[in-house]
């Protein structure tokens, strides 16, 4: 992506939305940006002061001054803006100020969305990939018991980066939906107009995503199950008594493991499509990412569960539930155990995401920082 506009600090907008691309020195920022197939891999949004930003980051959401920030600098800086008739967004950057003013903390590490990426991205992985993708969403598992054993409080759930920013736009279109309700109320109007300029309302806030309708290895390893279930039966309930059991490996081995898959990734994107078909898929990896679904259904299953309903999904996210039965086979659970995370994928947003697959983001250029 070529953007040759050049943008001030004074420029920068409370609400707009800061990518910065990857660290060439970091394996896990680098790996981010290959798997989602886009230069950035974090995400912050600005503040209400300018060259101030909040952003998710360990330990917690924090505010932080980049005007002075060497490292920073060696980072090229997209801006993208809500395009949008909203004369203020800074409804986000409130929403994203409460949860930096109590610090509330998300001290899952970035490696369960390195795993998540990983099995939501459209990618062709070979037999090798397939290995070492293994090792990482186990490595992703223990990072996710780890999160579980210390989780205190419903509103303590992980998010990283660019899912904080997101969250905050989705947040603030449901505020601002619910404040057009009552005013619409208070003036008197009918049912149906009151539902429209909430309607109305929300829109100016939402990031609309792209339906891309690509296929993805989660996708794949629900259709290997439902083709293969026979043979999977024991592992895959074992798998589901067993995963919180699972040992947390040494967390060294992930840089390891990053450096690794990013280069048999780049090696497997030289070759051209046509000799380079997708490898069939291992049992070891469609067993380890089924529990790794089981995992995150219950880090997120309060989250799952309101995606479910329509509250955070798209429209089609209402009727995800209408084919439930009311006893299900064991078979039914376990691609259901898929499927909610697969209903999930637009929570799991990536910065690569809100750079290049909304409809409602512009990328008015590049921040300069010496201005």
């Not at 070529?2 to 707009?16: A, T, Y």
């Not at 057009?180 to 829109?203: H, L, N, V």
């Not at 280069?263 to 070891?284: D, F, M, P, R």
Request: net charge negative; glycine share 4%; with cysteine.
């Amino acid at each position: 992506m070529q953007v040759e506009q050049s943008i001030k600090m004074e420029q920068l907008r409370p609400g707009d939305i800061l990518l910065f691309s990857a660290i060439e020195t970091d394996w896990e920022s680098s790996l981010i940006a290959l798997i989602t197939n886009s230069p950035v891999s974090h995400t912050s949004i600005s503040y209400y002061t300018n060259g101030y930003i909040v952003e998710e980051n360990m330990p917690h959401t924090q505010v932080v001054d980049i005007r002075n920030s060497e490292s920073r600098k060696v980072r090229t800086t997209y801006i993208m803006r809500m395009d949008t008739t909203a004369k203020s967004l800074v409804k986000v950057v409130d929403i994203a100020d409460r949860y930096a003013q109590v610090e509330l903390a998300y001290p899952m590490s970035a490696l369960p969305c390195v795993a998540i990426y990983l099995v939501i991205k459209d990618l062709t992985y070979s037999l090798k990939a397939q290995g070492i993708i293994t090792k990482i969403v186990k490595l992703a598992m223990g990072a996710l018991i780890a999160f579980l054993n210390q989780k205190s409080g419903k509103a303590n759930f992980p998010m990283h980066c660019s899912q904080f920013a997101y969250h905050c736009y989705l947040q603030a279109s449901k505020e601002a939906a619910l404040e057009a309700t009552i005013a619409a109320e208070a003036a008197g109007k009918s049912k149906e107009e009151m539902i429209e300029a909430g309607k109305e309302a929300a829109k100016e806030f939402k990031i609309v995503l792209k339906d891309e309708g690509k296929e993805n290895l989660l996708k794949a390893v629900a259709t290997y199950i439902d083709n293969h279930y026979d043979q999977l039966e024991k592992q895959l309930v074992a798998g589901a008594n067993h995963t919180l059991q699972v040992e947390q490996e040494r967390i060294e081995e992930k840089e390891v493991l990053y450096e690794m898959l990013y280069h048999e990734i780049k090696e497997v994107k030289a070759v051209s499509c046509s000799s380079n078909q997708n490898a069939e898929l291992t049992e070891e990896l469609v067993i380890t990412i089924y529990q790794f679904c089981h995992l995150l259904n219950e880090v997120y299953g309060e989250r799952i569960g309101a995606i479910q309903e329509g509250i955070i999904g798209g429209e089609n996210s209402e009727k995800a539930l209408e084919n439930e039965v009311e006893i299900a086979t064991d078979k039914v659970k376990v691609l259901r155990t898929i499927n909610k995370i697969i209903e999930m994928g637009e929570y799991f947003i990536a910065p690569g995401d809100l750079l290049s697959h909304t409809e409602n983001l512009k990328c008015i250029g590049v921040l300069d920082y010496n201005s």
